[in-house]
RNA sequence: GGUUCCGUAGCUCAGUUGGAUUAGAGCAACGCCCUUCUAAGGCGUGGGUCUAGGGUUCGAAUCCCUACGGAAUCACCA
């Protein structure tokens, strides 16, 4: 049992037999002593002074003297309302040698009964390569999804791919018109930035006709604005595209192939981008399929009155009684809108998996959306609608501001990917660390060592936030990063090993007479700590938390580890503990980073 | 204009079930430490009215109100 419990029980106990009366444990608060003041642990005496109807300081001196009783506590001593209390030694032995006999502390086991839980992630559209901000979504999801599997909950990832709509039709009319029949096998591109290549080749014609045809409605006497916007409608290329979205719903052979052959060539482009990302999902969703599925739900919606339609023929939902609009759900025309596509895949979804709680990992645009889908899913009989979580993160922007396709300033995920192996190539390859290695492990270790430190830079921060991103700076290997973990971690690999080598046994059953210095003490504590962080961040999904928590403790150790020799020491069991300590804090790093998608390489 | 989110060191960020005269890291600047299990490391110096003002409390960066500054959103786009 953690030492935070018993003593918190050791204090309920103390409370009834000094004052006669039962706390529950909720009201005891313990924190970690501050550095300043001798103690491991803490006890804010101030909301028990009700209980006591004593001063602070006697209150707490009291108390402190009957938990030193217990054996529990070695020493205490009192400032203000606060009672410092000194962990007995034997103690930490015993929580260190508990977490080591756990290969997976911290993590609650799955089971038959576990709830489901659905993360959606990813969500691309397919007329373009993946950029830094589905990087920051991709990755966001995948945390999300093993830290809801290590608090114990079955999870389904899916993707739902947004296959279909005007978009797509511009690449493929762009294609059609200016590709000569342009292939990823023949051109060497990846599929992905081929079709958006022709996405971007539509933009620059389209823009060019746009001009011409306004500075022609102008001359025909039409005011400059009002020339735009019509010339923007009813410019040829965009006309095309239009009657080509047409055919597709109309099932039209020539159109479904040519869309079916150029979203492979983009699935197979993303597909490496997630390969490399180190990302995947149990299920894929494509638009295509659901988009249709939503009207019988908005039909039936409509026949119990939970909405209305107007003369027009467009449905329509009334929200103002939530502090909410007025949210249209079917068009004049019959046709979707996004919401009832989400609608829709919400239908399918629960016709698959019999969900429990339902994640979205969408960016913080789109909080009305699912603020309203929330209402909408439950009104319609979802059980899961009304407490679904839009885990909402923020922008990713650059030095200069956000990032704009149409100014170039978008940064593309395969190039940001590669630029960061090869700065942790380069940057091994000066230090010389990788000169014993076999060119197939350096570019394994660098490979690590890049997407380590691009997903720990996108994770450590508070998803919620906006982020800035500063390409040219790159990304730091030192200080508060992915590579920075992962070289302590290599480093204490290398320790093991060479224990290893020199014949030194890691025992299997720890010493309990051993002194510990304060700063084990405090590594036992940080490590012991990891199930409550993991609790947390499974609480409101939290990746960051993690992270921070991964980077205080590898500071933690890195500190201790310059003080001490581990295998030199002579003091047999001295030198088990600490190489026992070590050991657990690379599970425990490792377990974290784990969960982050963070992989740790065993040399560096 | 309505709604939501954010504002902490020059820069990037930690820090909420309210806690301790001195609010923490990293980067950047400056100084020290490699015959020692990996220097992608460690130690040190300088740098802050936690946007501002009020309120609640024994106690506020944290909770409430107001103002200011920034972002998102409010489409028969997705």
Redesign the pocket.
Known sequence: MKIENQLTAAVVAALAELYGQEVPE?QI?L?K??K??E?HL?L?V??LLRVSKKKPEETAAEIGAYLKETGLVADFNV????L?LVIAPSKWVELLAEIDADERYGFVPVTEKSPLVMVEYSSP?TNKPLHLGHVRNNLLGWAVSQIAEANGAKVVKTNIV?D???HICKSMLAWLKYGNGETPAGSGKKGDHLVGDYYVEFDKHYRAQVKDLAAQFVQEGMLAEEAEERAKREAPLMCEAREMLVKWEHNDPEVRNLWRKMNEWVYEGFDATYKALGVGFDKIYY?SDT?LEGKEKVVEGLQKGLFYR?P???VWADLTSK?L?EK?LL???G????MT?DIGTAKLRFQDFPINKMVYVVG??????FQVLSILLDALGFSWGKDLVHFSY??VELPNG?MKSREGTVVDADELIAEMVLQ?RT??DE?G??DDMSEEEKAE??RI?GLGALKYFLL???A?????F?PE?SI??????G??IQ??Y??I???LR?AEDAGIQVPAELPSDVALSTKEEEIVQHLADFAAVVRQAGV?YSP??IA?YC?ELV?EY??F??D?????EEDEDKRAFRLVLSKNVAKIVRLGMGLLGIEM?E??
Request: hydrophobic share 25%; aromatic share 12%; charged share 25%.
């Open positions: 909720a608060q924190q002593t501050k300043e003041f103690g803490t804010v101030f909301p400032v203000k309302g606060f410092n559209n947004n279909r709509g005007i638009e988009y107007r027009d023929g467009s502090g609009d249209l068009r004049s025309d046709t979707s809108v996004y596509q913080n645009e789109q909080n009305y959306h923020g922008m956000k942790a940057t091994a230090s660390k990788f270790v660098a060592v450590k921060v508070d919620r936030k906006n982020m800035l500063n700076e730091d290997f030192n200080g508060n990063t590579p920075f070289y302590t290599a480093r690999r290398s320790i060479k409101d960051s938390g921070n980077y500071k890195n500190q580890y310059h001490f020799s581990i295998l030199r390489p040399r560096m």
